[in-house]
């Protein structure tokens, strides 16, 4: 498969899932990037973080048509999760991707449990 094009449906799964569920970027975006195309843990968080922007542009404006966006949360989760995504980026850099993995894998897991429990 042309790699261009696996990118490309990535891409397209990941705008679902966002568009649908509120996820695409880590859940979807990051495995895949890392198990399928053998992209770097690092460089795949990173790329993950990036599509956010227009995924997410898509998305909203999809949703501020349809008078669906609660701004005060959007505004408290915002300017705080500008500040977590700083420390985050900053702080990944310095975990071994092997460990990095393996915890971003035990979240997936535990959100699936509580999800699927819930």
Partial sequence: ???LFGFAL???VAGFASGCFGIGGGI???PVLVLLFKIDYHV???TSLALILP???AGSATNFSLGKINWSIFWACALAGAV???VGALLIQKIPALYAKRSFAVLLVYAAAR???K
Avoid: Q, R
Wanted: avoid cysteine.
């Fill in 1 to 3: 498969m042309n790699p």
């Fill in 10 to 12: 990535l891409g397209l």
């Fill in 28 to 30: 979807i975006m990051v």
């Fill in 44 to 46: 795949a968080v990173g």
């Fill in 55 to 57: 995924i997410s542009l």
């Fill in 84 to 86: 977590g995504a700083v």
């Fill in 115 to 117: 999800l699927w429990i």
